[in-house]
């Protein structure tokens, strides 16, 4: 079961909690959804200098709460709060165009990534911006099982997807070191999927970080 299906998804109330944290009746459940879903894409791309790992939102009555989780908190911050300020205007302007709610109370609140090389999501992307810049994906490769190894993970394991290296057929290539238990629930398995453009076209990057959990 553990590799036919998202190894977060499967952890959902056990290990891993929801992104997006309210309730909603049947009419406005599905506005505040697609609300969430385009907020969390434009962050993502947004912050992605900031080394962007996470977005999670929580709403109240007239208060929604953004938590961002960053590798580069400095970066969101800006100098003097400069950043966080111009963030907090340009969250406050979506919400003024695609919300049925009106004002919203905004807050938002960042968190640092303590170790970027035990992000899953973090060390995909890496990978991703590697091979879209045409270095070898095998050394890439490597050199993420070394880094993701060092920071102290139990299990790590890469799957790339596609035309690797500009090859005429597709195909599949993994990389693993150490176990990851992808059918035992209680156990936190990291995962990420992110695509790769190279010239030849879309190269999927797939990491499964595992990490034991202190008994």
Same mark, same amino acid.
């Given at each position: 079961m553990g590799q036919k299906i998202h190894p977060k998804g499967f952890r959902l109330g056990v290990v891993y909690t929801w992104s997006s944290r309210w309730f909603a009746d049947k009419k406005t459940y599905k506005s505040l959804l697609l609300s969430d879903v385009n907020l969390r894409k434009i962050l993502m791309n947004r912050l992605k200098n900031a080394g962007i790992a996470h977005v999670e939102l929580e709403r109240s009555i007239n208060k929604i709460k953004i938590i961002l989780h960053v590798s580069r908190p400095g970066v969101v911050i800006g100098r003097g709060g400069s950043?966080?300020?111009?963030?907090?205007?340009?969250?406050?302007?979506?919400?003024?165009?695609?919300?049925?709610?009106?004002?919203?109370?905004?807050?938002?609140?960042?968190? =640092?990534? +303590?170790?970027?090389? &035990?992000? *899953?999501?973090?060390?995909?992307?890496?990978?991703?911006?590697?091979?879209?810049?045409?270095? =070898?994906? +095998?050394?890439?490769? &490597?050199? *993420?099982?070394?880094?993701?190894?060092?920071?102290?993970a139990d299990g790590v394991k890469i799957l790339l997807s596609g035309r690797i290296a500009g090859a005429e057929i597709a195909r599949r290539e993994k990389y693993a070191r150490g176990s990851v238990p992808l059918s035992t629930i209680r156990e936190a398995v990291d995962f990420a999927a992110v695509p790769s453009l190279t010239k030849s076209g879309y190269v999927g990057v797939k990491v499964w970080i595992y990490k034991k959990t202190k008994s």
């Amino acid at each position: 079961m553990g590799q036919k299906i998202h190894p977060k998804g499967f952890r959902l109330g056990v290990v891993y909690t929801w992104s997006s944290r309210w309730f909603a009746d049947k009419k406005t459940y599905k506005s505040l959804l697609l609300s969430d879903v385009n907020l969390r894409k434009i962050l993502m791309n947004r912050l992605k200098n900031a080394g962007i790992a996470h977005v999670e939102l929580e709403r109240s009555i007239n208060k929604i709460k953004i938590i961002l989780h960053v590798s580069r908190p400095g970066v969101v911050i800006g100098r003097g709060g400069s950043g966080l300020e111009e963030l907090k205007k340009f969250v406050e302007h979506y919400f003024h165009e695609n919300e049925i709610q009106s004002k919203l109370k905004i807050e938002l609140s960042v968190e =640092p990534v +303590k170790e970027p090389n &035990l992000n *899953a999501y973090l060390v995909a992307v890496n990978i991703a911006d590697q091979i879209a810049r045409r270095i =070898p994906h +095998k050394r890439v490769c &490597l050199s *993420a099982l070394d880094r993701v190894e060092g920071a102290g993970a139990d299990g790590v394991k890469i799957l790339l997807s596609g035309r690797i290296a500009g090859a005429e057929i597709a195909r599949r290539e993994k990389y693993a070191r150490g176990s990851v238990p992808l059918s035992t629930i209680r156990e936190a398995v990291d995962f990420a999927a992110v695509p790769s453009l190279t010239k030849s076209g879309y190269v999927g990057v797939k990491v499964w970080i595992y990490k034991k959990t202190k008994s």
